[in-house]
Nanobody, 117 residues
Framework: QVQLVESGGGLVQAGGSLRLSCQAS????????MGWYRQAPEKQRELVAT???????NYADSVKGRFTISRDNDKNTVYLQMNSLKPEDTAVYYC???????????WGQGTQVTVSS
């Protein structure tokens, strides 16, 4: 059974930092592109960042220079370091795994990030 379990969300003031973690089980972690997406109230889910099995990262323009995605293949974990947080970063953040060959995709349950002004 595949599980993606996010942690690290919470309430933070604008300008602050949070670090999200997502631990995967039930998949061969090293052959999945991992990603973080977010969904704010009444908005569509959007890409935040992805990282390939080889470590190449891609970011949404809105978070470039503030967020950093990383992965530890030995721990089956992907991280999202979020600095200089803004109120518009408030959303539920979801972890995503996508198999590099089959493109089969899995989602975590989400973790709430709230940035107060």
């Amino acid at each position: 059974q595949v599980q993606l379990v996010e942690s690290g969300g919470g309430l933070v003031q604008a300008g602050g930092s949070l670090r999200l973690s997502c631990q995967a089980s039930g998949i061969i972690f090293s052959i999945n592109t991992m990603g973080w997406y977010r969904q704010a109230p009444e908005k569509q889910r959007e890409l935040v960042a992805t990282i390939t099995s080889g470590g190449s990262a891609n970011y949404a323009d809105s978070v470039k220079g503030r967020f950093t995605i990383s992965r530890d293949n030995d721990k089956n974990t992907v991280y999202l370091q979020m600095n200089s947080l803004k109120p518009e970063d408030t959303a539920v953040y979801y972890c995503n795994a996508k198999h590099v060959v089959t493109t089969h995709t899995y989602w975590g349950q989400g973790t709430q990030v709230t940035v107060s002004s």
